[in-house]
T-cell receptor, first 114, second 108 residues
Framework: SAVISQKPSRDICQRGTSLTIQCQVD?????MFWYRQQPGQSLTLIATANQGSEATYESGFVIDKFPISRPNLTFSTLTVSNMSPEDSSIYLCSVATGGNYEQYFGPGTRLTVT | GQSLEQPSEVTAVEGAIVQINCTYQTSGFYGLSWYQQHDGGAPTFLSY????GLEETGRFSSFLSRSDSYGYLLLQELQMKDSASYFC?????????FGPGTRLSVLP
């Protein structure tokens, strides 16, 4: 298993600004993921962040809007850039362990854009 | 692409057994996982099936039939704390695709 922390836990931001979300893991992991989840909805994968390489983005998500850093095997950041109210959501980071089929999630960052 | 289907809601009474089904379509299959998420909480891993058959973990069991592209999560001896959303998720290579989720309500 893995213990994951995220900062901030929540934030209220103004339209047009950017927010960087931090994800810290208590052990070294290769695979880290960033998801978005609207309340009451499923999880949508934004990108996969592997250390030492560029993040891989899913369809509908681009690097200019959601730049990701993965400087080492225990840490990653996701930036939500030039925010609009449509970006209001819960953002979750996760890691894959146990043969890469078990995912462990951070507590999430609840973002509200006004 | 990949897609998964689950019932949107299931209701059962305390002490009962409930089955949450998941059907999927995918071009490459590596395994089917199940996650539980309480309101306001993060998803937590419950079980994983890569091969056909039943995996049992305490009160929870998960079943997979790859030929039918079908799996289910079985919850026994339901407790009030089992009220939550349950997601099946496909592992497709290095990525994971989540189903729409099933909201389970356990009644006293």
């Amino acid at each position: 298993s893995a213990v994951i922390s995220q900062k901030p836990s929540r934030d209220i931001c103004q339209r047009g600004t950017s927010l960087t979300i931090q994800c810290q893991v208590d052990s070294q992991v290769t695979m880290m993921f960033w998801y978005r989840q609207q309340p009451g909805q499923s999880l949508t994968l934004i990108a996969t962040a592997n250390q030492g390489s560029e993040a891989t983005y899913e369809s509908g998500f681009v690097i200019d809007k959601f730049p990701i850093s993965r400087p080492n095997l225990t840490f990653s950041t996701l930036t939500v850039s030039n925010m609009s109210p449509e970006d209001s959501s819960i953002y979750l980071c996760s890691v894959a362990t146990g043969g890469n089929y078990e995912q462990y999630f951070g507590p999430g960052t609840r973002l509200t854009v006004t | 692409g990949q897609s998964l289907e689950q019932p949107s809601e299931v209701t059962a009474v305390e002490g009962a057994i409930v089955q949450i089904n998941c059907t999927y379509q995918t071009s490459g299959f590596y395994g089917l996982s199940w996650y539980q998420q309480h309101d306001g909480g993060a998803p937590t891993f419950l079980s994983y099936n890569a091969l056909d058959g039943l995996e049992e973990t305490g009160r929870f069991s998960s079943f997979l039939s790859r030929s039918d592209s079908y799996g289910y999560l079985l919850l026994q001896e339901l407790q009030m704390k089992d009220s939550a959303s349950y997601f099946c998720a496909l592992r497709d290579g290095q990525n994971f695709v989540f189903g729409p989720g099933t909201r389970l309500s356990v009644l006293p």
